[in-house]
Nanobody, 115 residues
């Protein structure tokens, strides 16, 4: 497993933006399937966005057009740019990695969207 470390969460007003970062210190990062999930209070964890090793991204319908996932293989980082944030985006956001059939999760970072 890889020790994933998220950062960048916080409190933001509706309509605002945040950028989440995830460090994935593994020499296999370039072949990793990476993603972001989130879990709101009282709800199940849900997929937000994923990105393949070749850079193909996929998004949940609820965030498409507002969020952008990206990766930097040289820095072994994955990012989630979140724009036009809504109160319903409030959740703990988790970084996810799948490398050669093994799943890893970060500890999560809180995102709160509130006025």
């Amino acid at each position: 497993q890889v020790q994933l470390v998220e950062s960048g969460g916080g409190l933001v007003q509706p309509g605002g933006s945040l950028r989440l970062s995830c460090a994935a210190p593994t020499n296999l990062f370039r072949i990793a399937f990476m993603g972001w999930y989130r879990q709101a209070p009282g709800k199940q964890r849900e997929l937000v966005a994923t990105i393949t090793s070749s850079g193909v991204s996929n998004y949940a319908v609820s965030v498409e057009g507002r969020f952008t996932i990206s990766r930097d293989n040289a820095k072994k980082m994955v990012y989630l740019q979140m724009n036009s944030l809504k109160p319903e985006d409030t959740a703990v956001y988790y970084c996810y990695a799948r490398i050669m059939g093994t799943d890893s999760w970060g500890q999560g970072t809180q995102v709160t969207v509130s006025s």
